[in-house]
T-cell receptor, first 117, second 111 residues
Framework: GAVVSQHPSRVICKSGTSVKIECRSL??????MFWYRQFPKQSLMLMAT?????????EQGVEKDKFLINHASLTLSTLTVTSAHPEDSSFYIC?????????????FGNGTRLTVT | EDQVTQSPEALRLQEGESSSLNCSYT??????LFWYRQDPGKGPEFLFT???AGEEKEKERLKATLTKKESFLHITAPKPEDSATYLC????????????FGKGITLSVRP
């Protein structure tokens, strides 16, 4: 149980274009999903908290207009990197809890490797 | 300031050579500490949650313990398939429902 699926696993795009990443909870409903970014040999950094039916909450320093988050249903959240630049190249990972409570573990997707050329 | 530090950064073991990975923290209020395993190019896989000092959890060759200042992940007689990066993460009072991650410890087990 508690499977989070992320698509695509890898994407290469040209500078200035936009890329959409999908995150789905396959066997549970998630009112909240979390988007993380991970640079090589670095920790996971929380970018934003995605809330079903409402606006996402962004961490300090994360540009809302650049990283658009939509959480239109209880099983799907999307992250769109707009006008991507090489410095946006990173590993993006989504996560969700399959049961409520701050102490329930997060379950992660397998990530999306974004390369901007 | 809330901090979580993992050490060592990297650890190389011979198959069968037991060792421990450390996660130390200074936080205002700890709700829970999580251990994850991450394989290259993959998302983290949940291992354990610890809630209070003195608590221990075990799974196969792994055993996690918690004190008021740190957590250890003990690996007994590791095998090459235990090679991965091990992350600890904290759920902190007042930080809503997000987790704060350490940088991870990369474990390599040689056959």
């Amino acid at each position: 149980g508690a499977v989070v699926s992320q698509h695509p696993s890898r994407v290469i795009c040209k500078s200035g274009t936009s890329v959409k990443i999908e995150c789905r909870s396959l066997d549970f409903q998630a009112t909240t999903m979390f988007w993380y970014r991970q640079f090589p040999k670095q920790s996971l950094m929380l970018m934003a908290t995605s809330n079903e039916g409402s606006k996402a909450t962004y961490e300090q320093g994360v540009e809302k207009d650049k990283f658009l988050i939509n959480h239109a249903s209880l099983t799907l959240s999307t992250l769109t990197v707009t006008s991507a630049h090489p410095e946006d190249s990173s590993f993006y990972i989504c996560s969700a809890r399959d049961r409520p409570g701050y102490n329930s573990p997060l379950h992660f997707g397998n990530g999306t490797r974004l390369t901007v050329t | 300031e809330d901090q979580v530090t993992q050490s060592p950064e990297a650890l190389r073991l011979q198959e069968g050579e037991s060792s421990s990975l450390n996660c130390s923290y200074t936080v205002s209020g700890l709700r829970g500490l999580f251990w994850y395993r991450q394989d290259p190019g993959k998302g983290p896989e949940f291992l354990f949650t610890l809630y209070s000092a003195g608590e221990e959890k075990e799974k196969e060759r792994l055993k996690a313990t918690l004190t008021k200042k740190e957590s250890f992940l003990h690996i007994t007689a590791p095998k090459p398939e235990d090679s991965a990066t091990y992350l600890c993460a904290l759920s902190i009072t007042g930080a809503n429902s997000k987790l704060t991650f350490g940088k991870g410890i990369t474990l390599s087990v040689r056959p």
